[in-house]
């Protein structure tokens, strides 16, 4: 039975010494957004930079290969779009063209070797503007550093206007275009407007008299309901299944005679925070789950609430407190009572909706007061 053996040979080490092609390459990449050049552009940049001997770095960069060649070095793009991307990079001045009469590519020699006439692509202006590319990649890293920063402080504060309050209708803004911004090849001015403007209205609306003593706090019924839940024993809450199930399907029944239109177009104050108008009541529920935490509703208190209320039920509720989000002090609370109301099925939950957009659907006089 033969055996290989396998001899390791002295691997020298490679050498420190960096290429001058590849640096001025990754110079030219860095500096692609500022110059306005995309990713195929660098490609047949490498391309061309292949051609180029690192030992011939400091001599005359020219590049006599043909469309085809080029082609193969770029990673086989099509000539059309080798022809672009050629004139883009001579249009930057990272490359000169020298077009022949035939325009061919090509170099004529004397006798002694010495070049007469040289017809291609000159790299010469990339290695004479190195440092420059260089200057301009450390500016373009520090802008899109700067814009990665503007750009989490404008999402830090939007989602901090979602939670200071819920305009009115003529205090309300559209911040769907401000949203897009994060989405959004911008400008540092742009996003420093952006968050000016987020901060204003977040300043007026925290120091409006609506707005005061508004702080959500933590209310003895949610824990004690919490408690109560925790401490339950087990016939107790096999026993009130059958009936809470009764009552959610009778509040289920209630909140049909309401049509989703009217919903919405009751809830103005709410719609402001959607992207988009809801068009199933699946989609309003969803839409609803999102705005509970805004104003102190917590994931266990919305699953009890859709227990007690059913999901149309529960959506209601959320979008009938946001709109009366400035007439009472515990949203929290406010709920916890609402569920009560449901498990004994006291509760209308039309009527209850209603009562609490009576601002945007009825005139003065009707308005309920202040509810704590």
């Known amino acids: 039975m033969h055996q290989i053996t396998f001899k390791t040979k002295h691997t020298p080490a490679p050498s420190t010494k960096q290429d001058p092609r590849w640096n001025a390459l990754n110079a030219a990449q860095a500096a692609m957004g500022a110059l306005g050049l995309r990713d195929r552009d660098i490609a047949v940049l490498r391309g061309l930079l292949t051609f180029i001997q690192p030992d011939r770095w400091l001599e005359k960069l020219?590049?006599?290969?043909?469309?085809?060649?080029?082609?193969?070095?770029?990673?086989?793009?099509?000539?059309?779009?080798?022809?672009?991307?050629?004139?883009?990079?001579?249009?930057?001045?990272?490359?000169?063209?020298?077009?022949?009469?035939?325009?061919?590519?090509?170099?004529?020699?004397?006798?002694?070797?010495?070049?007469?006439?040289?017809?291609?692509?000159?790299?010469?202006?990339?290695?004479?503007?190195?440092?420059?590319?260089?200057?301009?990649a450390d500016e373009q890293r520090t802008t899109d550093l700067r814009i990665k920063v503007l750009k989490a402080v404008l999402r830090d504060r939007l989602f901090k206007l979602l939670l200071s309050s819920?305009?009115?209708?003529?205090?309300?803004?559209?911040?769907?275009?401000?949203?897009?911004?994060?989405?959004?090849?911008?400008?540092?001015?742009?996003?420093?407007?952006?968050?000016?403007?987020?901060?204003?209205?977040i300043s007026n609306t925290l120091d409006s008299p609506v707005n005061q003593n508004q702080t959500p706090k933590t209310s003895d019924s949610v824990s004690q309901i919490d408690r109560d839940i925790q401490s339950s024993k087990k016939e107790y809450i096999e026993e009130s299944y059958n009936a809470t199930k009764l009552k959610v399907a009778s509040q289920e029944s209630s909140s049909d005679d309401i049509a989703l239109d009217d919903c919405i177009d009751a809830a103005k104050a709410a719609m402001d925070f959607s992207l988009h108008r809801p068009r199933t009541w699946e989609e309003l529920a969803h839409f609803a789950d999102q705005l509970a935490p805004a104003i102190g509703i917590q994931q266990k208190q919305m699953l009890r609430t859709k227990e007690a209320l059913g999901q149309r039920g529960a959506s209601l509720a959320i979008l009938g407190l946001v709109e009366a989000f400035g007439r009472i002090r515990e949203p929290s609370r406010y709920l916890n009572t609402l569920i009560d109301k449901a498990r004994t099925g006291g509760l209308d939950l039309v009527r209850m909706f209603r009562s609490l957009t009576v601002n945007a659907r009825f005139p003065a006089g009707n308005q309920s007061p202040l509810i704590a």
């Open 62 to 136: 020219m590049v006599h290969a043909s469309n085809k060649t080029l082609q193969t070095r770029c990673d086989g793009i099509d000539e059309r779009t080798l022809r672009r991307r050629l004139t883009r990079l001579c249009e930057v001045g990272l490359i000169v063209r020298h077009q022949s009469p035939n325009r061919k590519r090509y170099v004529i020699r004397d006798e002694f070797g010495n070049q007469v006439l040289s017809y291609g692509f000159d790299l010469s202006p990339l290695r004479e503007n190195l440092i420059h590319l260089q200057s301009i």
């Open 166 to 201: 819920f305009p009115s209708e003529t205090e309300a803004i559209d911040v769907a275009p401000l949203q897009k911004l994060l989405r959004q090849k911008v400008g540092i001015p742009t996003l420093e407007v952006a968050i000016l403007t987020v901060d204003n209205i």
